[in-house]
């Protein structure tokens, strides 16, 4: 009986996939790349606990052991790149996260659709601009005559070349990071909002709230879901920059504050040559944000009835 309830089930099994196929099509394309290009490549990350030598490929390599991570937390440099990435990602948690947020709520008190509409498009559009053009954009505005110093000088601020300067560093980086992802960052919560229900307005208006009121005690109500799960993945990548930015936007002149752990990997590891200890610190700040994502979502399970899994 319980061969002919395996076959059975195995029967109705490829039933479904038959029934299902063109579902399973659309599927696949993506499956293969999530396969191809982040899970095959997972046994590189043995080179982290090796002495790589290309001739003898990442298998035949000799063991190191923990020689690579020892050498990134013996580095003189360590600490300081250590505070500047974490400082940085901080930051941006502090300032980034509830800036759309924010932006959504006021937003969706707009009552004039047009206007609406016309910010809406005005602040998506600078998402959809490359790194480089907006490392371009914050260069520009920074410069001797650019509009920082220009505004600056009507305090009578004398103009300097911000960027040369490590203090203003995390300043213009999580501004512009900001300004670039403040609209497309709100449409998840404008969805939320839309999501909630309509009879609750209607019964706070009839029972005299006022428009912040409705606000604390109908809108948030709805996005602190949304927020949540946000908050929660944000806090997987709090010591993963936008690196291409960094390195963009940093010169000699400013590492005291701009140099974080993927450019100094990057010149140290990638540059250098030395692939292990490159792949040895990606594996480490892996682990810590898979510790940093479990812990946030624990946490969240216990003080609300809201988290990933």
């Not at 063991?63 to 901080?90: C, E, V, Y």
């Not at 998840?188 to 006022?210: R, W």
């Not at 949540?228 to 960094?246: A, H, Y």
Request: glycine share 6%; proline share 4%; with cysteine.
């Amino acid at each position: 009986m319980k061969l002919n309830g395996n076959v059975v089930s195995k029967n109705s099994f490829w039933r479904r996939c038959i029934k299902q196929r063109y579902l399973i099509m659309m599927v696949l394309p993506g499956f293969v790349l999530m396969l191809v290009f982040k899970y095959f490549p997972m046994y590189g990350i043995l080179i982290a606990f090796k002495d790589f030598n290309a001739m003898d490929g990442i298998l035949r390599s000799p063991w190191a052991g923990l020689k690579h991570f020892q050498a990134f937390f013996d580095s003189p440099m360590s600490w300081r790149i250590i505070k500047n990435t974490l400082l940085l990602g901080l930051y941006s948690l502090i300032f980034g996260f509830p800036a759309p947020i924010v932006f959504a709520l006021l937003l969706n008190e707009l009552r004039i659709t047009l206007f609406k509409r016309a910010v809406q498009t005005i602040t998506y559009f600078p998402h959809f601009l490359s790194t480089v053009i907006i490392v371009g954009f914050v260069h520009e505005f920074a410069s001797m005559d650019g509009i920082i110093n220009h505004v600056m000088g009507w305090f009578g601020v004398d103009p300097v070349p911000l960027l040369n300067f490590s203090a203003n560093f995390r300043s213009l980086f999580i501004g512009s990071s900001i300004w670039q992802e403040l609209g497309w960052g709100a449409i998840i919560y404008l969805a939320a909002i839309t999501g909630a229900d309509s009879a609750l307005y209607e019964a706070a208006v009839i029972d005299g709230a006022n428009r912040w009121q409705r606000i604390r005690y109908v809108t948030w109500p709805a996005i602190v879901p949304a927020t949540t799960v946000m908050l929660i993945m944000k806090l997987g990548s709090i010591l993963s920059t936008d690196f291409q930015k960094v390195l963009l936007m940093y010169n000699p002149n400013i590492y005291e504050t701009a140099d974080v752990i993927e450019t100094y990997v990057y010149r140290l590891g990638i540059m250098g040559t030395q692939y292990e200890y490159s792949s040895a610190v990606g594996l480490m700040l892996s682990l810590i944000a898979f510790v940093l994502i479990t812990s946030g979502n624990y946490i969240s399970k216990k003080v609300s009835e809201n988290s990933l899994w």
